[in-house]
């Protein structure tokens, strides 16, 4: 079982990009998928989760500004992420629910 995420990088404040996170394994593909993100010296946080019905939830700092979906015959999840500030800057990771082993994750870094 495995999880890769990606779409990570480099944007300037107001810009956007898109994560993609794929799973490795079917048996993932009707759970809860979320993403959660990692700033430098802070804890592992939930940004955002989608149930496979198509419910999503969004942590009140990015809600408007960015949007769960899922592709479940892709097995993927993704984060659209619109107008971003330099505090979004974070290792972003995706998981389910329940949690299973993470993955590496993808650096998103928010600076002018």
């Known amino acids: 079982v495995q999880l890769v995420e990606s779409g990570g990088g480099l944007v300037q404040p107001g810009g956007s990009l898109r994560l993609s996170c794929a799973a490795s394994?079917?048996?993932?593909?009707?759970?809860?998928k979320t993403w959660y993100r990692q700033a430098p010296g802070k804890q592992r946080e939930l940004v955002a989760d989608?149930?496979?019905?198509?419910?999503?939830y969004y942590a009140d700092s990015v809600n408007g500004r960015f949007t769960i979906s899922r592709d479940n015959t892709k097995n993927t999840v993704y984060l659209q992420m619109n107008s971003l500030k330099p505090e979004d800057t974070a290792v972003y990771y995706c998981?389910?629910?329940?949690?299973?082993?993470w993955g590496q994750g993808t650096l998103v870094t928010v600076s002018s």
């Open positions: 998981n389910t629910r329940p949690l299973i082993p």
């Open positions: 394994a079917s048996i993932l593909r009707m759970r809860t």
């Open positions: 989608i149930t496979t019905s198509g419910t999503t």
